[in-house]
């Protein structure tokens, strides 16, 4: 059973928007923090957002803040990743990841889904 499987991706234009979900199973989802990463072509993963495991915080990589909102439904075991306004600097795999509360390291990963902004 894959933890975290991701969907929603696509090709967009720039200036368009996604929603991209992760839907979680096999372990306690209110109980993990969840989060946003990003691996462009010939890059590093990098970090994009996260939420706390309540929604009581999030956390937002300065590349995404005002165009990118995180949220997450316990009730459906799943995340949300809005992007509005997306660049062709938001090509990437985005991955969801889970991660314990009060831990420091992520747990989960999911396997990705491409998101292509053609310039």
């Known amino acids: 059973q894959v933890p975290l499987v991701e969907s929603g991706g696509g090709l967009v234009q720039a200036g368009g928007s996604l929603r991209l979900s992760c839907v979680a199973s096999?372990?306690?989802?209110?109980?993990?923090?969840m989060a946003w990463f990003r691996q462009a072509p010939g890059k590093e993963r990098e970090f994009v957002v996260s939420?706390?495991?309540?929604?009581?915080?999030?956390d937002y990589a300065d590349s995404v803040k005002g165009r990118f909102t995180i949220s997450r439904d316990n009730a459906k075991n799943t995340v949300y990743l809005q992007m509005n306004n997306l660049k062709p600097e938001d090509t990437a795999v985005y991955f969801c990841?889970?991660?314990?509360?009060?831990?420091?390291?992520?747990?989960?990963w999911g396997q990705g889904t491409q998101v292509t902004v053609p310039s």
């Open positions: 990841a889970a991660r314990q509360r009060f831990r420091r390291d992520y747990k989960y």
């Open positions: 096999g372990f306690t989802f209110s109980s993990y923090d």
């Open positions: 939420v706390s495991w309540n929604a009581d915080s999030t």
